[in-house]
């Protein structure tokens, strides 16, 4: 077996460290990925997971529900085992103080340092990276900016999470746990591997651009020159009162390539603006969209991935807690998690998606072929 997945639901983290010991048994790891929840003490789990594993790279983040083949859990620690036969090699940095300072050249430079090969020529075929932030930090897009900046590489990931407390957010590498940081991976696989990048969304048929911006706090002050809350409820005709009731169902997006690049909507604050879990730049021109079915959407694109690559493998699922919100709203979650049982799939409910850059109510799929 080359990749394996492992999930558990013990309540105490030595509890949960015997039961991955257990299920483990003597698989040979090259890497261990481990998504988390928040109710697990973050600097005790990381390190003793790191001793479970030790001499593979195990790295993961905290979580608002965490997801494996087959299943959709909470409170839970799931991983994701993968031998030398699927990952050749990788590669760990921790960038701090994400929210004040941008040390991505410097991780960079040790990623240079260890591959030997300078970040803007290293082939985007041969090597992926994957990108675990603080979901608290506010940072991720200027954090892909930056990665986009300095390399061809495609860095996918997510935003962690801590169920849905909103307090304190961690990433973890190697035996440690950081707040106010990012964990970046750069990962030389063994086998192909490709991205599924899937929402469930279609125009609605109303355009808004953002004529004033507080890029800084996230917030559009303005759509059409109207205050934002106002020209979006007018583009749904319904109530002002009624904005947040819509915001899941009904977020923008970023049109590329006739593809959606999801911003939500948070919260409407007193002055009428409107506060999004994503940045938007103000003259950006967004559609309104509206939601469409979860559980088809996904389960059709990932069958066309499997029917464009052969198999796959493995996935490390990087699902939006949107989405989670809506599927158990619709009583759908058993039926989505089932997409996954026949795959081996690790993954969690994320405060927001990394690819290309920051996205909300999105899945992307680190997929092995």
Known sequence: MEIKTICSTKKT???????????SGDFDAKMAIFFASSKFGAESLSNQLSQVFEGASVFGCSTAGEIVSGKMLKGSVVLMLFAPEVIADVKLGVVENIRTENMVPEVFKNFEDYYKTPMSEMDFKKYVGIILIDGLSGAE?????????????????????????????????????????????????????????????????????????DEANRRVV???????????????????????????????????????????????????????????I????????????????????????????????GIINFHCILRTLELEEKGQVDD???????????????????????????????VFK
């Open 336 to 366: 989505y998690a089932k997409i996954f049982s026949d795959i081996p799939t690790v993954g969690f409910s994320t405060y927001g998606e990394e690819y290309i850059g920051h996205v909300n109510q999105t899945s992307t799929m680190l």
């Open 222 to 280: 303005e759509f059409n020159n109207q205050p934002a809350a106002k020209a979006y409820t007018e583009a749904l005709g319904i109530p002002l009162e009624d904005a947040e009731n819509h915001f899941m169902t009904y977020p923008v997006g970023l049109m590329s390539g006739g593809e959606p690049y999801v911003r939500s909507p948070q919260q409407v604050q007193e002055d009428g603006s409107i506060v999004f879990y994503c940045n938007i």
């Open 13 to 23: 983290i030595g509890d949960v460290i015997i039961d991955i010991k257990e299920q």
């Open 141 to 213: 897009e200027r954090l892909m900016d930056k990665i986009g900046n300095l390399t061809d590489i495609t860095f996918v990931g997510a935003s962690a999470g801590d169920d849905k407390i909103f307090k304190e957010t961690y990433v973890y590498a190697d035996g440690k746990s950081y707040t106010n940081a990012a964990l970046l991976a750069l990962i030389k696989p063994a086998a192909d591997f490709d991205i599924i990048k899937t929402q469930s969304f279609r125009r609605f048929g109303k355009k808004l651009t953002a004529t004033k911006v």
């Open 282 to 313: 103000e003259g950006m021109e967004l559609e309104i969209l509206e939601s469409t079915d979860i559980v088809e959407d996904t389960r059709r694109d990932v069958e066309t991935k499997i029917n464009e690559i052969g198999s796959i493998s």
